[in-house]
């Protein structure tokens, strides 16, 4: 969420827009809008009030603590307000690394590969395919640990 706030597409504008389009008013009684925590750098409260008419009251960074924000009246602990990011989260982050910067690795595999082929004498193809494996595994290894290891 805060990234979404932090960039821009997750903000005052866009919770006021959302509230028209969907009708809101007329589909809920009440006028209070739950902005997550996170999302609190993008969020003007006072704005989305003048626009809307509805009020932003941010609530815990979790959404699994919203059952309990809202038995509470609405209040938010110290432990709802902390941001967690335990290392099952890290490690569900691991293929996410990959598939955003494989393209990179794929593209720098192809300059190694293509690369390993120059040495004494010139360029010959032969020596790409014979050494430019090694050079494709050795990046392979290092964009694979980067990835697992600095989650």
């Not at 932090?6 to 509230?19: A, N, Q």
């Not at 704005?47 to 309990?68: I, Q, T, W, Y």
């Not at 004498?121 to 990046?139: D, E, I, N, P, Q």
Request: overall charge positive.
């Amino acid at each position: 969420m805060w990234c979404a706030a932090g960039k821009g597409t997750f903000g005052t504008l866009e919770i006021v827009k959302r509230i028209d389009e969907t009708g809101l008013s007329k589909i809920v009684k009440h006028k209070d809008i739950i902005v997550p925590q996170l999302g609190a750098a993008g969020v003007a409260a006072a704005e989305v009030r003048k626009l809307s008419g509805f009020s932003v009251k941010f609530g815990p960074v979790r959404a699994e603590d919203l059952k309990a924000f809202l038995n509470a009246g609405k209040i938010t602990t110290p432990d709802m307000r902390t941001v967690k990011f335990e290392m099952s989260d890290r490690v569900k982050l691991i293929p996410a690394e990959i598939m955003i910067n494989f393209k990179y690795m794929f593209l720098l595999a192809v300059i190694f590969f293509l690369l390993s082929g120059f040495g004494p004498g010139g360029y010959t193809f032969s020596r790409a395919f014979k050494t430019g494996g090694y050079a494709v595994a050795a990046l392979s290894a290092a964009f694979f640990s980067g990835a697992v290891t600095v989650f």
